[in-house]
């Protein structure tokens, strides 16, 4: 068992795995249920991070092989 924490730009293959991350990010801010985002949105916001022309990255933390952490940013003026 690793202890260590390993941060990477995501890949397309971690789309299982960041799925239940975003929806938990997503639930926190009371986006769930009624007001959950569409399907749409969630496979455009996927999408954009491997977008040469979106500024929008993401980033997964990874522990003894899973997902556990997630991190979307993009720069502002």
Do not use: K
């Not at 795995?17 to 399907?39: D, I, K, V």
């Amino acid at each position: 068992m690793t202890t260590a924490v390993e941060v990477r730009f995501v890949t397309r293959a971690d789309y299982a795995e960041w799925l239940p991350l975003w929806e938990g990010y997503n639930r926190f801010y009371g986006r769930f249920g009624a007001t959950a985002l569409p399907e749409e949105i969630i496979r455009m916001t996927w999408a954009r991070f491997f977008d040469a022309y979106e500024p929008v990255w993401a980033l997964v933390a990874v522990l003894d092989g899973r997902l556990v952490g997630l991190a979307h940013y993009m720069f502002h003026r």
